[in-house]
């Protein structure tokens, strides 16, 4: 049985501080840092492997803010937004490359105090992909997939279709 008064916020944040923390000393390739410039905007990443064909990428960034409408709809306008997200990859496929991946994302979008057209949204997505190394340390990903957004200052939310393209840069690769 589940307690679920242990289940709290700050509970769930200090297991996977920890999580993140051991989790590296079993995996078969240290970490990676990355630069990335996409759709999403520009963007530093943490990579780091929890198995042979999975790995955990955390994400902070600046990109385009987004809007729910009141009634239907979303709005998607560029601009320096600032967010922070996370994705879980599980490669298949071509099991030399690892090229196609199965991934899980959560971003945050912060949204603009001084501005009402850029709201606080949480979108979640399930997407399929292909990353394609260009060179040595540059790497091409693209991906599409689903998702459900939540916009915080509407109190609404909205099952939306989600593409993505990144180059992303290795500044430091760890092995």
């Known amino acids: 049985m589940i307690n679920y008064s242990s289940l709290t916020l700050r509970n769930l944040f200090i297991a996977f501080f920890f999580f993140l923390v051991i989790s590296p000393s079993f995996s078969q390739e240290n970490h ?43 709005s998607l306008e560029y601009g320096f937004i600032p967010f922070a997200k996370t994705n879980l990859k599980w490669h298949f496929v071509n099991e030399e490359e690892r090229k196609f991946y199965l991934g899980m994302q959560a971003k945050y979008s912060f949204g603009k105090v001084t501005d009402e057209s850029f709201n606080k949204i949480l979108l979640t997505e399930l997407h399929i992909g292909h990353e394609e190394r260009v060179t040595k340390r540059l790497l091409f990903n693209i991906h599409a997939g689903g998702g459900y957004m939540q916009d915080f200052d509407v109190q609404r939310g909205e099952f939306i279709f989600t593409c993505g393209v990144t180059l992303k840069y290795a500044i430091l690769s760890r092995k």
Not at 40 to 57: F, L, M, N, P
Not at 60 to 70: A, C, K, M, N, T
Request: no cysteine; glycine share 16%.
């Open 32 to 74: 990676t840092v990355y630069v990335n410039l996409g759709g999403q905007g520009i963007e530093a990443s943490y990579k780091y492997r929890i198995t042979y064909d999975t790995h955990v990428e955390a994400f902070v960034g600046l990109g385009p803010g987004y809007q729910l409408e009141e009634k239907n709809g979303y």
